[in-house]
Structure formats: structure tokens, C-alpha cells
């Protein structure tokens, strides 16, 4: 049966079973391999992405759930070769180690921002339970702090 | 395969890796660019590849390793790429290569900095030399006169300047000197400077390519269920449930015995290949562990701790004398679990057999082994497995077994296409190479004032060269199961031995291997020791280290850091752990703070100090420590992988927990740079973290834990 999604922007029809994870749409059927597969049951968070703007464990959530709804994964971030207020904070943080749970952890916070665009560091934290293996935390704060900081600004 | 037919082969392998890591900064020196060696190109246009053969898991060493070439080469930072590479020239200078090993590509034992730091200093600095002599050549001068930086040769003198890709031409023909000197440390601007990674930008775009994300055209995915005891397989498989789910193609059986068995479900798209594996119904042969459980495994390690056969691994002085005149003797026992390594990218491969080979997309920190793994199945010869190396979403030493490589080999030989198998989590948590349990019983002979006068340890379980390279045991002794015993302090009489158990799994390498237990056990015991001479456990252990400049050097920078006034705190409290190792060339002294809350301990603070030489990229450095500190915490607070009939129980993140983000502690470090060697950075902050950990949970609760993890004691 064909799905309508609305992925980064873009109109797509989704030839895919109503009952396939939207992951593994987004991955074998889109070819989005940013949005990453790390439990299968909505623990560890790496397959997060923002489904009308709001956080979505796509590991988890069916195709047939998001039909009409617009989908942002990672590649969808930023504009014009212009990362996303976000990333930048994340590359200015140079938070990533092997880098597979940041594209949720990404999406996750933008998430956060976007429903509070002024929170606290403490606010985000308590936000953010996805799995980071390596142990980036203390860079994820330090990303979150410097976001924190600029929303406060403006 | 031809000579030909492979360099063909391995050209176009190399260009789809420049594409495939980071699809939308696609680099090419094409075909004008001069190979200075297996590790450097440079272009005409001044673009500069740099080859490494090391895997990128997170540690940050393609960073790290391009800085080493890029300080001697003198190249502009801002050309320089790296892209990853296979073959001979890529093996490893220390790891696995002394005889009768014949040495292999391999990323482990934190060893890549420190093997590859000499040869890749002396290729830049031999690229460096020609390029000198191709612009010498062109001014008619001596080299001598010639100066460079930022990929650019220039005659101070004459004020002449020329790019290196305005040189390539020349240097082409032009021999490599066979000893470039190199520069002066006092002349580096690279090494040592805090360095933003290469891979950064790719990762926050989602653009880099893990092995998960091969994609080969035709391709089908692969679920995997495997045997759930270690040593039983498949005895009838009814598979009818399986096949009736749409997509569902083929049902593929595999025995590989000793290694691993089971069934992989082969369908149009993974999500279905799992609803097969699910659907299956297996009878699985009879082991003789299908009744073992956690406690057997505890007992089973306890009673080795008293009885049975033990090979002396290292004594000095005379032990047993010092012990009949001990004033006093402290013993302890302390037991480890079973653990899993929990990368958060799933174990996977992606295989194409066909035509008598075989290619492999796989993040991998053994190609090599990859290759003759997948050969030895499939009964081909290594030469014809090709392996396309891809970033690695975390390694830890999991990613060098090549078990899910040869799943993925089976199945797309069953297939007829290429076919990539990713294992589910609980797959991935409950068919791990595990670290090991292991228990280890030690015993002090105390002077009438407290004083140590010997020290003996008896570590029980089993070896994980023993079941994965035996023919590295040597003298009965695995060093995996023994490392970290009787290391970091020298005591008069000392005597290490190991009494070897069976493993009830497949084992293997856990970042800090076997210092990752053993370390924790002698830093918890030297605390108690510390306790009898009524000393402060910083202060204890400067004196145990008494002409070891060095080690002291990195307990007093701790101390100074936390601000240490002994391990009793307001709501909790402090313990520090040492190390120091021989193969990492490192000491390392942590220091963790607890506070009690509920009942419970939370970590709050970690300070780390490291001494391990000179430090290539302090940034990554730091998050090596900062990461591996999380990952011995982790195991400290909470891991452990139980056993219940005979098979690995956890599921998930939900029942296997680690560090998240709300819990986890900031990790503040500090490096001393104490000598001129290139240390290890990878894995030395894991060992002695769940220690300090212990140590602390001693002074908020007036408990010696003596069992990891803490939760097993309600106290995490």
C-alpha cells in the first residue's frame, strides 16, 4: 500500500506494510541511514527524529502512525550546507566519539527547543535519556550549555 | 584473482570508501596525485590524502594519526583528509606481530598511537625531504636551505615559495630518503595541540557511513537467532510460521561449532527478517550448561579461589617467609561478572558471495581476521574476502571477533545475493564475546605498624587467549587473565598465579581486558590495606610508590584537582584508585565521589589524572578518559550479564543499564606529560574507575563491597 509522508520537506510516497517501523522506512525504503538503529523497543533512542516537530522513536513507530505527517531526520537539519543551531553547537562542542547515538541525541534537543526555547541546562539534561555508549556527556552538556546560554541572549 | 584484477579491485574499493564515509565531501587526488607512500598523496591542486589503516570507533584516531603525519609532512591542516585503507601495509607494528603470529591489521590493545606514532612521523618527514629536494632542484640550491610549513617549501634567504601541489610533479621521480630526520619536539605545531576531529562534521550531519548503513544494490537483510546456550545448535528447525510472512525468502541454518549457531531469517527488509527469526521454532541440542546459572558460576570461581591447579605467573622475594612472620594478614575475595559490550550500533555485516569470493562491508577493528574467518566457512582463500572498511558505531574490542561477519557470509551464500545481517539487540547483548567473571583472592603479610611485607593473589576463570589465540599462552600463563596483577606497585615478596576456569561463553577483549577486573580488585584491596595501617588512602599508596616519581606525580595532581582531604564527605564519599601498566606505558590515578540518595549511591564527580607520555591531540584525550571512565562506572554501578538456564539473560538497555546523560558524572582531566614515549589513551581510564567507585561506596556506607557491580548490594 502506498503511504504519504512528508520527509525533510519533501512529498514521498512510501510503498511499505501500515505496520513497518518508520525506521526501517526511513532506512531501507528512503535510503535515510542518518537515523540510526540501536534496540528496536524504544529504549536507547538512537532512532529519534521529529514527526511535526515533535521527538518520535521511529524504532517504534508505524508507518501507518505518521501517514500526512511531516518527518525531520538528520539530514533534514540546517539549510543550505548551514548546519542547524544544534549541530553547531555540537561541532563547536566536538561532542561526537563514535558518533552512531548523536543524530537522536540531535533531534532530541532540538525537540526540547522547540517546545521551550528558553529552558535550562537542568531542563535539557533531564530531556535527554538517549544512550550514549562512549560517554560523550560531558561535551553533550557543554553543547547544551552553550545553547542554553544563547537562548537566554536572544 | 589476478595481480591485476585485485589492484583493480582494491583501486575501485578505495574510491568507494572516499565516497561512501561522508557522501557529500566526496575527496579525489586522482590520477596526478604522487603517492609518497602506503599513507601519503598529494595533488596537484595541494590536496592531501592521508591512508590509515586504523579503525575509527569513536577514539578519535583518525584525527590523531593524521596529526602525526601532517606535523612532519608540514601539510595545511585545512587540505588534509583521511580515508581508511586495507592491506599489507596497514598492518599493525606490535600487536599480534611477533612470531609465530605473523601480524595482521588491527585496531586494540590502545596500541595505535603509540605502533604507528614512529612510522607515520618518519613517512611525513621523508615526504617532507622530497618535496625540499624537488624545490632545491628547481632553485638550484641545497635542501638544507629550504624551510616548510602549511604545505608550503620556501627559501627563507631568497624569499622564494613554491606549494607542495605546484612540486608533485618533480617529486614523483625524485627517491625518498631512507632517514628524514625528524623535528625537534620544541618545533612541533600540530602534536599537542588541542584538535577539533576530522570526523565531526559528517557525524552531526548523520553522513557518515557505519557498516550498518552499507547499502549494495540487490541487497537483503538478514535477522539472526542464535542458539541460546554457548556449544548447542539446531536440531529441527520448523520454519512453516516464518515463511508465511510476507517478504520472508529464505530460512538459512548454520553451524559453525565452537563458535556459534543458529538460524538467520533472510527477507526483503530487516523489520520482516526479525518477525521471521521471532516465528521460528527450534529444537536446540543438549549442552552440558543448560542448568548453569549466576550462583553456579560464582560458586564454580569461589571454590577455584581454594582449590584446584594454579600456574605461578610472576614471584619475587619469598613470599611464603614473609607470610610466617607476619605481625598480621589481611584476605580478601572479590568476584566480577560477566559483561557485555553493549555498542550502541548492533552487530552487523553486509556480504556479497559470489563468483568464489567474497566482498564485505563491515566496521571492523580486524579486517584480516575478518577475512579468514569468512574464508575458513566458506572455504575459499582469504585473498579472495575483500573488506570495505566503514566507521565503527563503538568497538570496545567486540568488533574484531568476525562472528557477524560469518552469519552474513552464510547467508548470502544460502541467498544467492548479497545479504546484510543485523543482530538485534538482544541478540547483540546475549551472543557477546563477553568479558569474563573472574574472582580473585588476595592476601597481605602485615608488619607489627601496618607496614606491607608481602602480597599474593590468586586470580580464578577462564583465559580469553586461551579460547581465541592459545597459541599466545605461553608457560600456562593467558597474560589476559593475570594483567594488572602484582603491576602497579612494587612489593618485596609478591606472587601472582591463575587457576583457570572453563568459560561458559564465548569471551574476549573488554576495554581494559583483564586489568578491568583485576585492577579493580588489588585498588579496592589496597584501600583495606590502607585502612589497617590506619593511613589516608592517597597518602598510602605515595608510599607504596616510594621511587616512582612518575606515579606519585599523577596521585598528587589528583588530590590537588578534587581538592582530597580524605574520603569522608558531607553527604557521601571519596575513594581514588592507581594503575599503572606496562603495555600502555600509563599510570592513571582517579579519584570518584559518591553521594547517598534513597538509599542508593549516585556518582557525582570524577577527577582523572593520566601520565602516558606525550599527548598527540589533548581534546580527544580528554573524551577517551572522560568515556572510559563512564564505561568502568557503568560496570561498576550496574553490569553484568546473568546466566539462567544456561543462557545470557539481558534483553535490552532496560535490563542491561548504562550511564545516561542525567546520571552520569562530569569527568574533569589531567595530563602530565612525564616523558617523551606516546603512551596509551584508549582504555586507561576503565580499570581502575569501578575501584574508586568501590572505594568511595566504602566511605558513604562503612561497606567493602567485594562483588561487582554495586547494584548486586542494593547500593546502586
Not at chain 1, 558518533?99 to 521551550?116: T, V, W
Not at chain 2, 596526478?32 to 586504523?54: L, N, T
Not at chain 2, 607489627?448 to 586470580?459: E, F, I, K, N, S
Request: glycine letters at 10%; proline letters at 6%; hydrophobic letters at 45%.
Amino acid at each position: 500500500m502506498t503511504t504519504s509522508l512528508r520527509v525533510n520537506g519533501r512529498e514521498v510516497p512510501v510503498e511499505a506494510p501500515g505496520d513497518k517501523p518508520l525506521l526501517w522506512v526511513l532506512r531501507e525504503d528512503l535510503g535515510l541511514t542518518g537515523t540510526k538503529f540501536g534496540c528496536g523497543v524504544g529504549v536507547c533512542r538512537a532512532c529519534t527524529v521529529l514527526v511535526d516537530g515533535e521527538a518520535v522513536l521511529a524504532c517504534v513507530a508505524p508507518l501507518s502512525a505518521v501517514a500526512g505527517a511531516a518527518v525531520t531526520t538528520i539530514e533534514g537539519l540546517g539549510a543550505g550546507g548551514v548546519p542547524d543551531p544544534v549541530q553547531q553547537a555540537w561541532i563547536e562542542a566536538d561532542v561526537p566519539q563514535c558518533g552512531y547515538c548523536q543524530p537522536g541525541m540531535i533531534l532530541a534537543a532540538k525537540a526540547l527547543l522547540a517546545r521551550d526555547p528558553a529552558p535550562t541546562t537542568e531542563a535539557l539534561v533531564e530531556g535527554l535519556p538517549n544512550i550514549c555508549r562512549c560517554g560523550t556527556y560531558d561535551r553533550i552538556r557543554a553543547a547544551l550549555r552553550s545553547l542554553t546560554a544563547k537562548a537566554a541572549r536572544s | 584473482v589476478s595481480a591485476s584484477r585485485r589492484d583493480l579491485l582494491r583501486g575501485l574499493c578505495a574510491a568507494s570508501l572516499l565516497v561512501g564515509l561522508d557522501a557529500r565531501a566526496a575527496v579525489r587526488t586522482g590520477a596526478e596525485a604522487v603517492r609518497f607512500s602506503p599513507f601519503i598523496e598529494v595533488a596537484p591542486d595541494g590536496a592531501i590524502v592521508f591512508r590509515i589503516g586504523q579503525a575509527e570507533m569513536g577514539q578519535g584516531i583518525m584525527t590523531g594519526l593524521a596529526m602525526l603525519l601532517a606535523e612532519e609532512l608540514d601539510a595545511d591542516w585545512a587540505r588534509v583528509t583521511v580515508a581508511f585503507a586495507t592491506g599489507p601495509e596497514f598492518k599493525h607494528p606490535i600487536a599480534y606481530a611477533q612470531p609465530p603470529l605473523k601480524g595482521e591489521q588491527l585496531t586494540g590493545g590502545s596500541l595505535s598511537t603509540t605502533a604507528f606514532a614512529p612510522p607515520l612521523r618518519a613517512a611525513g618527514a621523508a615526504a617532507r625531504e622530497v618535496l625540499k629536494s624537488a624545490a632545491a632542484a628547481r632553485w638550484g640550491c641545497a635542501a638544507g636551505e629550504l624551510s616548510t610549513r602549511d604545505s608550503v617549501v620556501s627559501h627563507p634567504g631568497r624569499g622564494l615559495a613554491l606549494a607542495y601541489g605546484d612540486l608533485v610533479a618533480e617529486a614523483r621521480r625524485l627517491p625518498a630518503p631512507a632517514d628524514a630526520p625528524l623535528k625537534p619536539r620544541s618545533a612541533w605545531t600540530r602534536i599537542g595541540r588541542a584538535t577539533a576531529r576530522l570526523d565531526t562534521p559528517a557525524k552531526v550531519r548523520g553522513a557518515a557511513a557505519y557498516g550498518i548503513d552499507a547499502a549494495v544494490p540487490g541487497m537483503l537483510h538478514g535477522a539472526v537467532r542464535h542458539a541460546p546456550v554457548f556449544g548447542s545448535r539446531a536440531l529441527a528447525v520448523e520454519a512453516e510460521a516464518a515463511r508465511r510472512i510476507p517478504g520472508v525468502l529464505a530460512v538459512v541454518p548454520f553451524d559453525d561449532p565452537g563458535q556459534q549457531a543458529g538460524v538467520v531469517v533472510v527477507a526483503d527488509s530487516w523489520w520482516r527478517a526479525q518477525q521471521g527469526a521471532d516465528a521460528l521454532e527450534v529444537r536446540w541440542s543438549p549442552t552440558p550448561r543448560d542448568r548453569l546459572d549466576t550462583a553456579a558460576i560464582e560458586a564454580e570461581l569461589a571454590e577455584r579461589l581454594a582449590t584446584g591447579p594454579a600456574v605461578a605467573f610472576a614471584t619475587t622475594g619469598d613470599p611464603q617467609a614473609a607470610f610466617a612472620g607476619a605481625a598480621r594478614i589481611l584476605e580478601a575475595d572479590h568476584h566480577a561478572p560477566y559483561l557485555a559490550h553493549a555498542c550502541l550500533e548492533p552487530m552487523n555485516a553486509t556480504a556479497w558471495v559470489r563468483d568464489g569470493r567474497c566482498d564485505l562491508w563491515v566496521g571492523t577493528q580486524r579486517p584480516d581476521h575478518e577475512r579468514a574467518e569468512v574464508a575458513r566457512v566458506l572455504g575459499i582463500a582469504p585473498e579472495a574476502v575483500e573488506v570495505h572498511m566503514a566507521y565503527l558505531g563503538g568497538g570496545f574490542g567486540r568488533r574484531g571477533s568476525a562472528d557477524y561477519s560469518v552469519v552474513a557470509a552464510l547467508a548470502s551464500r544460502a541467498a544467492g545475493a548479497p545479504v546484510k545481517v543485523i543482530w538485534s539487540r538482544q541478540e547483540d547483548l546475549r551472543h557477546d564475546h563477553f568479558r569474563p567473571a573472574m574472582a580473585v583472592r588476595q592476601r597481605a603479610a602485615l608488619g607489627p605498624d601496618g607496614r606491607l611485607l608481602a602480597w599474593t593473589t590468586r586470580v580464578a576463570g577462564p583465559g580469553i587467549w586461551r579460547q581465541n589465540r592459545p597459541v599466545l599462552v605461553a608457560d600456562g600463563i593467558d597474560y589476559m587473565a593475570v594483567e594488572g596483577l602484582g603491576e602497579s606497585y612494587r612489593v618485596p615478596h609478591q606472587s601472582v598465579a591463575w587457576a583457570e576456569t572453563e568459560p561458559h561463553a564465548r569471551i574476549g577483549f573488554w576495554r581494559g581486558v583483564g586489568a578491568s577486573h583485576n585492577v579493580a580488585f588489588t585498588e579496592a584491596f589496597v584501600d583495606e590495606l590502607a585502612e589497617a595501617a590506619s593511613a589516608d588512602p592517597i597518602a598510602y599508596r605515595l608510599g607504596l610508590l616510594e621511587g616512582d616519581p612518575r606515579a606519585q606525580a599523577v596521585l598528587r595532581r589528583v588530590a590537588a584537582m578534587c581538592g582530597w582531604q580524605g574520603t569522608r564527605t558531607a553527604r557521601g564519599g571519596r575513594g581514588v584508585a592507581f594503575y599503572q601498566s606496562r603495555r600502555w606505558q600509563t599510570r592513571v590515578a582517579q579519584v570518584v565521589e559518591v553521594e547517598r540518595a534513597d538509599g542508593r549511591l549516585r556518582a557525582t564527580r570524577v577527577w582523572c589524572a593520566v601520565d602516558s607520555g606525550v599527548i598527540v591531540n589533548p581534546a580527544q584525550a580528554e573524551a577517551q578518559l572522560q568515556g572510559a571512565t563512564l564505561f568502568g562506572l557503568s560496570a561498576g554501578l550496574w553490569g553484568e550479564v546473568g546466566f539462567e538456564g544456561g543462557t545470557p539473560e539481558p534483553t535490552s538497555f532496560a535490563d542491561y543499564r548504562v550511564l545516561q546523560l542525567g546520571d552520569a558524572p562530569p569527568v574533569e582531566v589531567a595530563f602530565i606529560e612525564g616523558g617523551e614515549g606516546f603512551g596509551s589513551i584508549g582504555e586507561i581510564g576503565a580499570p581502575a574507575a569501578p575501584a574508586a567507585l568501590l572505594n568511595a561506596a566504602w566511605a558513604a556506607t562503612g561497606r567493602r563491597i567485594r562483588r561487582l557491580p554495586l547494584a548486586r548490594s542494593g547500593l546502586a
